[in-house]
């Protein structure tokens, strides 16, 4: 049986804690991403409703990381990154947890259902049930390729503010979903490699643990190579100006670069820094690819 790791503290969480529950920080970029996708789409959908759209799709962002956070509580409690989340730090039941991630993902499917659309929020609604059901509760803790598959949903939410103004998908915003589904592995794997003691000690299958550092090095790098051509996607798609295009490029072979030096940099503490630099950039990476393309988007519509 799984133990809970959160102790009764006799009272409720603060409201700090239950912010912490949302995985405020990670997510930011998951709704700036929806955002984009909301923006790029054609047509055009009332400033009201749009805002109610972000509103729900953060809403339910973070309600998939609290169902996480839930669920996750066991190993949260092993690895030194993870032990002072409100769940393992006592200050939050499981029990509050789930009952908080179950009624904010009710709420903001149901809500961008009634007031934006049923086709967005029924991806909403499948987006948390990936994440929580098919990543966390299942892959994370019986694949190395966990990440790879599991990364969709993280993934999505650029289909899901597309959506929320066309109610539908299209090879547009297919387009968008494949830059943050290529980008995930690099970004994971890069700090996973100098985590993998707290991943080992927590028995998840994460790639350096099962198949070495070697091997995750190597796939650090396939995948920046394939990131790469697909982070340029909306200026070979047509949606994007070559200036995008040039900039992706750029912005491309610096993550290429990066993971090759973490590739060859395989000992002390520079192959940490290495580490470190590719994530960041990482982090940075994805913000400006969307931050381009939120850019033209407002040009073009002025
Ligand atoms: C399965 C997929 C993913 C995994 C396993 C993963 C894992 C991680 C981990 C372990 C961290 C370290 C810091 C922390 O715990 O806050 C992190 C940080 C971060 N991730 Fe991811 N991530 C994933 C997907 C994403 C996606 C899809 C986005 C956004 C589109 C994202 C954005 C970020 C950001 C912005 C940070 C920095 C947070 C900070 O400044 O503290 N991640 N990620
Ligand atoms: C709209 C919607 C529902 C969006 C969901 C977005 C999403 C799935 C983002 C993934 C973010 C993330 C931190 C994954 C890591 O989980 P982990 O459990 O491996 O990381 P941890 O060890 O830090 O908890």
Not at 202 to 213: D, H, K, Q, S
Not at 214 to 235: C, D, E, F, N, Q
Request: aromatic share 14%; with cysteine; charged share 10%.
């Amino acid at each position: 049986m799984r133990q809970d790791a959160a102790v009764w503290n006799g009272g409720m969480g603060s409201v700090s804690d239950y912010v912490a529950l949302l995985k405020p920080r990670v997510m930011s970029l998951v709704i700036f991403t929806a955002f984009v996708g909301l923006m790029l789409a054609p047509g055009s959908v009332h400033p009201v409703l749009g805002a109610v759209a972000i509103l729900c799709i953060a809403i339910g962002a973070g309600a998939s990381g609290a169902l996480n956070m839930w669920y996750d509580a066991d190993i949260d409690q092993i690895m030194s990154r993870t032990r002072k989340r409100p769940i393992p730090a006592g200050k939050i039941t499981r029990e509050e947890a789930f009952a908080f991630g179950m009624t904010l993902s009710v709420g903001s499917v149901v809500l961008l259902g009634l007031l934006v659309n049923w086709f967005a929020g029924a991806f909403l609604a499948f987006t948390i049930f990936f994440y929580v059901v098919i990543y966390t509760m299942w892959l994370k803790r019986s694949t190395p390729q966990n990440i790879v598959i599991g990364g969709a949903a993280g993934a999505f939410p650029p289909m899901i503010g597309w959506a929320s103004v066309t109610g539908g998908v299209s090879v547009e915003s297919f387009a968008l979903f494949l830059i943050t589904f290529m980008w995930t592995p690099p970004h994971f794997w890069a700090l996973a490699l100098f985590k993998s003691g707290d991943y080992r000690a927590a028995g998840i299958p994460m790639l350096p643990v099962v198949a070495g550092e070697t091997s995750t090095r190597h796939h650090i790098l396939v995948y920046a190579l394939l990131l790469a051509p697909v982070g340029a996607g909306p200026y070979f798609l047509g949606f994007a100006s070559p200036v995008y295009g040039a900039a992706s490029a750029l912005l491309g072979l610096t993550f290429v670069a990066m993971a090759a030096d973490v590739w060859r940099k395989r000992e002390g503490d520079a192959a940490r820094l290495a580490c470190v630099r590719l994530f960041k950039f990482s982090i940075f990476y994805l913000f400006m690819l969307f931050a381009l393309l939120l850019g033209e988007s407002l040009i073009v519509g002025v």
